[in-house]
Antibody, heavy 117, light 108 residues
Framework: EVHLADSGGGLVQPGGSLRLSCVASGFNFGDYVMHWVRQAPGKGLEWVASINWNSQTVIYADSVRGRFTVSRDNAKNSLYLQLDSLRPDDTGMYYC??????????WGQGTLVTVSS | EIVMTQSPATLSVSPGERVTLSCRASQSVGIDLAWYQQKPGQAPRLLIHGSSTRATGIPTRFSGGGSGTEFTLTISSLQSEDFAVYYCQQYNNWPPLTFGGGTKVEIK
């Protein structure tokens, strides 16, 4: 059974940093594109970033490019999202997702990021 | 960027009713359209991909259709566990991957 465990969220001041993690199990992690999607409180879904199987292709939403960095360690079945220069509008639940074609066929439970002074 | 527009924003229905949700793309996405269901406090779940293919384990009461710019998700007989928010997503032309704003299906 596919399982994705998101972690690393928390309360951080504007301008601060966080590192989110997603540990995968139940599938061959190194074969798949992985995604990050976020959801502001009470709002819809927003794609954040994607990384292909060998990290050669990394793509970001305009809203986070230059501030967020996605990476992966296939040996550890792990996906990461480094969040720097955080702003209040980055507040929300962050989900990792297993890629199927270019959609998400399995999602983590999410980790909450709150940016506030 | 392809903009996805869902309608209506909220749908009030009774259990057992047939429900049709709409999703429109600002330009053609072929059949590269997915639907997700999200219940309160939970992560989204993939229901439909390729416009009309049910994901593994999804009940047959869920069906998707359409191509190009107009898509629908139909629930043939609404069950209590189907009250949720539904999102469409295009994956034809990206970045960015784009989602619709969601349709909330609530109890009438």
């Amino acid at each position: 059974e596919v399982h994705l465990a998101d972690s690393g969220g928390g309360l951080v001041q504007p301008g601060g940093s966080l590192r989110l993690s997603c540990v995968a199990s139940g599938f061959n992690f190194g074969d798949y594109v992985m995604h990050w999607v976020r959801q502001a409180p009470g709002k819809g879904l927003e794609w954040v970033a994607s990384i292909n199987w060998n990290s050669q292709t990394v793509i970001y939403a305009d809203s986070v490019r230059g501030r967020f960095t996605v990476s992966r360690d296939n040996a550890k079945n792990s996906l990461y999202l480094q969040l720097d220069s955080l702003r209040p509008d980055d507040t929300g639940m962050y989900y990792c997702g297993k890629g199927f074609q270019w959609l998400l066929d399995h999602w983590g439970q999410g980790t909450l990021v709150t940016v506030s002074s | 960027e392809i903009v996805m527009t869902q309608s209506p924003a909220t749908l009030s229905v009774s259990p057992g009713e047939r429900v049709t949700l709409s999703c429109r793309a600002s330009q053609s996405v072929g059949i590269d359209l997915a639907w997700y269901q999200q219940k309160p406090g939970q992560a989204p779940r993939l229901l439909i991909h390729g416009s009309s293919t049910r994901a593994t384990g999804i009940p047959t009461r869920f069906s998707g259709g359409g191509s190009g710019t107009e898509f629908t998700l139909t629930i043939s007989s609404l069950q209590s566990e189907d009250f949720a928010v539904y999102y469409c997503q295009q994956y034809n032309n990206w970045p960015p991957l784009t989602f619709g704003g969601g349709t909330k299906v609530e109890i009438k």
